[in-house]
C-alpha cells in the first residue's frame, strides 16, 4: 500500500482523523470481517444463544503514576469501562506486560497492587497474563495491554452500535470534562506546572448496570477517552440521519482544567477522560437516568447536555455560552500523546 505517510506519526495514535486514516486504510482494510466493521467499543461475538463482549486496549501513559491514579488502574478501567459501555456485564481480564530492564521493583509492584484493588472494585478477574522485558531504553519503563470478556444480555447488544437512536432521545454524560488529559499533562515534570487537577480515573461499570438494571431505554453509550466528548460525538453522528446539538452551559469543566486548557491551547471538549461515559437515552427516561446516576461516587454532577436532533443531519453542533453555534469536528491531527 502506498500510504500518504512515509512513516508513522503521533498523530496516527491521537484517536482523530490520522488514527481513523489508520485503521480504515491498513487495519480494517486487511483484517476486514462483519465483526470488526462495527468499529464499537467491545466486538460482540454470538455464540450458541449467548452474547459475549470482547476488546483490547494499550496503555502507555507518560508518566506512569499521576494525580487520581497510574497505568495499573488505568489499564483495568479501560478495559472494564469499554466492555460495560458496550451494555456488557465485565468478568474476566488478561494482561500483558511490557517491562524496560531497570524499571524500580518497588514501581511494579505498586501499578500490579493498584490493578489488583481495582479488579476487585469491579469484580472482574484476572485470569491470564504475559511478561515480557525489553532492553533499556526500548520501551519507556512500563507498557501494559490488557484484554477483557464480558457477557451481554441479548437485549442490550443494539447499545454498541447506537442504532436505536432517534430524534429526540437526549444526551447524557454523568460529570466534568478533561480531568484526565489535563491531570497526566500537569504530571509531566517537564511543563513546570502546577495544577490541582485530579484525574477522573474510574471503573463506571457499576453506575452503568444501576442505569441498565433501571430498565431505561438506553440507546448508546461510549466512554469519552481519548479525544474526549467532542470525538465520541462527531462520530456517533458521521453519516447519520440525525444531528446533535450540545449546550456549552450545560458542560462541567473544573477551574483547574479550564486554565490548563487555556494555557496550552487545548479545547477541553477534545480532551481525554478515563471516567466519563457519554449516553444517549430515550426522551421520556433521560431525567430518571440522571437521577440514578447522581446516586453514584462516579456520577455526582450527571448532566443532561444535549440532544439528538432532526435537523443538521450528519453533524454536531455546540451552541456557545455567547449564543453562537460552533461545529464540532473530528480532531485533526495531534492533540496529546501518550495520555492513556
Ligand atoms: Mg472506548
Redesign the pocket.
Known sequence: MKSKYDTILLGHGSGGKLSHDLISDLFTKHFDNDILRQQA?SAVLETGTTHLAY?T?SFVVDPIFFPGGDIGKLAIA?TV??LA?SGALPLYLSVGFIIEEGLPFSDLEQVVLSMAEEARKAGVKIVTGDTKVVDRGKCDKLFINTSGIGALDKQNVPISSGKNIKAGDKIIINGSIGDHGMAVMAARNELNITADITSDCACLNGLIKSALDAGAQIRFM??A?RGGLGTVISELVKGKNYGIRLAEDRLVVNDGVRGMCELLGFDPIYVANEGKVVMVVAKEDADHVVEILKEHPAGAQSAIIGEITNDHQGSAWLETLVGGKRIIEMLSGQQLPRIC
Open positions: 467499543d476488546t486496549d479501560g469501562n469499554d459501555v461510549r466512554d477517552t
